[in-house]
């Protein structure tokens, strides 16, 4: 299957993962605006945006960019949604990364949650949703992702489901070293 033509809902019996949709932006907007959650995003080689939004219109070119990005084949964007409410609570973005370092031919997966949800066993769950067939969609044998470390919940559930932390820097493409990232072999 090709991520980039059919993009897969995947879910548990806690939260549904399914491609962003427009009328998703509400909803998002509580995610990107949460004070919070923002310094756990990993903002890390994207031209400096922050994905701190605090407008409709803002979140809606962010929204827009994401549609942009999967044409391209840049990368997938999931909205995260809590079964229990039918909210949309977060995002997940993977795609296979190619570049000169350490993070080449890898999944690199991109957590954004409302500050509510970063919870050691809501990212355990979710992560137990994606991490499974990213492997199969991304045509990769490693997963990384990014918690700095005052991100004690998302540590926690990283080790828990068999991340571990490497010194690695993952190289940006203006040359910028970015660390704090966490590997999963297959």
């Known amino acids: 299957m090709n991520v980039y033509e059919k993009c897969p809902v995947l879910e548990n019996e806690n939260f549904l993962l399914r491609f962003v949709e427009e009328n998703d932006a509400q909803d998002l907007l509580s995610v990107y605006s949460d004070e919070k959650a923002i310094p756990l995003f990993n903002s890390d080689n994207c031209d400096g945006d922050d994905f701190h939004y605090t407008t409709a219109e803002q979140m809606k070119k962010a929204v827009d960019f994401w549609f942009y990005s999967y044409r391209e084949k840049f990368f997938v964007r999931w909205s995260v949604v809590d079964k229990k409410t039918g909210t949309v609570v977060g995002t997940i973005e993977l795609f296979n990364r190619r570049a000169d370092d350490h ?9 954004d949650l409302r500050s509510e949800y970063e919870k050691a066993d809501i990212i355990s769950d979710i992560l137990g949703i994606i991490i499974p067939p990213a492997y199969e969609l991304f045509e990769c044998d490693m ?11 998302r540590i926690a ?8 932390h490497t010194d690695e820097k993952l190289i940006g493409h203006d040359g910028t070293a970015y660390g704090d990232y966490f590997i999963l072999s297959k």
């Not at 993070?103 to 957590?111: D, I, P």
């Not at 997963?143 to 919940?153: D, F, Q, R």
């Not at 559930?157 to 571990?164: K, L, V």
């Open 103 to 111: 993070f080449n031919n890898c999944g690199l997966l991109r957590l």
């Open 143 to 153: 997963i990384a992702s990014k918690a700095i470390p005052a991100a004690n919940e």
């Open 157 to 164: 559930a990283f080790e828990r489901y068999g991340f571990a």
